[in-house]
Protein backbone atom coordinates (compact mmCIF):
# COMPACT_ATOMS: atom_id res chain seq x y z
CA UNK A 1 0.00 0.00 0.00
CA UNK A 2 2.97 2.29 1.21
CA UNK A 3 4.45 1.60 -2.27
CA UNK A 4 1.35 3.03 -4.35
CA UNK A 5 0.85 5.96 -2.48
CA UNK A 6 4.24 6.80 -3.48
CA UNK A 7 3.82 5.54 -6.80
CA UNK A 8 0.72 8.13 -7.27
CA UNK A 9 2.65 10.90 -5.76
CA UNK A 10 5.09 10.85 -8.36
CA UNK A 11 2.70 11.17 -11.05
CA UNK A 12 1.26 14.10 -9.55
CA UNK A 13 4.42 15.66 -8.81
CA UNK A 14 5.51 14.71 -12.44
CA UNK A 15 2.10 16.00 -14.18
CA UNK A 16 2.85 19.31 -12.54
CA UNK A 17 6.18 20.01 -13.50
CA UNK A 18 4.46 18.42 -16.98
CA UNK A 19 2.12 21.48 -16.72
CA UNK A 20 4.53 24.05 -16.37
CA UNK A 21 6.75 22.97 -19.81
CA UNK A 22 3.49 22.76 -21.46
CA UNK A 23 2.42 26.21 -20.75
CA UNK A 24 6.18 27.09 -22.06
CA UNK A 25 5.09 25.32 -25.22
CA UNK A 26 1.83 27.17 -25.35
CA UNK A 27 3.11 30.36 -24.89
CA UNK A 28 1.76 31.27 -21.40
CA UNK A 29 5.24 31.87 -19.61
CA UNK A 30 8.55 31.45 -21.14
CA UNK A 31 11.50 29.27 -19.84
CA UNK A 32 13.42 32.75 -18.53
CA UNK A 33 10.79 33.44 -16.47
CA UNK A 34 10.86 30.22 -14.92
CA UNK A 35 14.52 30.08 -14.62
CA UNK A 36 15.05 34.23 -13.32
CA UNK A 37 12.01 33.59 -10.84
CA UNK A 38 12.98 29.92 -9.17
CA UNK A 39 16.72 30.40 -10.04
CA UNK A 40 16.70 27.52 -11.74
CA UNK A 41 19.18 27.10 -14.87
CA UNK A 42 17.00 28.40 -17.75
CA UNK A 43 18.44 26.08 -20.42
CA UNK A 44 17.35 22.48 -19.03
CA UNK A 45 13.59 24.78 -18.70
CA UNK A 46 14.23 25.36 -22.24
CA UNK A 47 16.28 22.00 -23.44
CA UNK A 48 12.88 20.36 -22.20
CA UNK A 49 10.76 22.73 -23.74
CA UNK A 50 11.83 21.92 -27.00
CA UNK A 51 12.03 18.55 -26.74
CA UNK A 52 15.73 18.39 -26.52
CA UNK A 53 16.33 16.49 -23.51
CA UNK A 54 13.24 14.49 -21.02
CA UNK A 55 11.49 16.03 -18.42
CA UNK A 56 12.43 12.59 -16.56
CA UNK A 57 16.32 13.54 -17.04
CA UNK A 58 16.06 17.16 -15.20
CA UNK A 59 18.40 17.37 -12.37
CA UNK A 60 16.61 17.34 -8.67
CA UNK A 61 16.69 21.11 -8.62
CA UNK A 62 15.42 21.92 -11.13
CA UNK A 63 12.72 19.90 -11.11
CA UNK A 64 11.89 21.35 -7.80
CA UNK A 65 11.47 24.73 -9.58
CA UNK A 66 9.03 23.67 -11.57
CA UNK A 67 7.17 22.75 -9.05
CA UNK A 68 7.99 25.89 -7.08
CA UNK A 69 6.65 28.19 -10.25
CA UNK A 70 3.44 25.38 -10.49
CA UNK A 71 3.03 26.28 -6.76
CA UNK A 72 3.46 30.42 -7.00
CA UNK A 73 1.18 30.33 -10.20
CA UNK A 74 -1.71 28.47 -9.81
CA UNK A 75 -4.25 30.55 -11.79
CA UNK A 76 -1.87 29.51 -14.93
CA UNK A 77 -2.70 25.83 -14.52
CA UNK A 78 -6.12 26.01 -13.32
CA UNK A 79 -7.34 25.14 -16.95
CA UNK A 80 -4.73 22.28 -17.54
CA UNK A 81 -5.84 19.00 -17.53
Do not use: C
Not at 5 to 34: C, D, M, P, S, W
Amino acid sequence: MKKDGKILNQEHLFKRAKEVILAIQKGKITAYRVGVETGVNVMSVQNVSERRSKLENLSFTTALGLLQYHEDHPELFSDEK
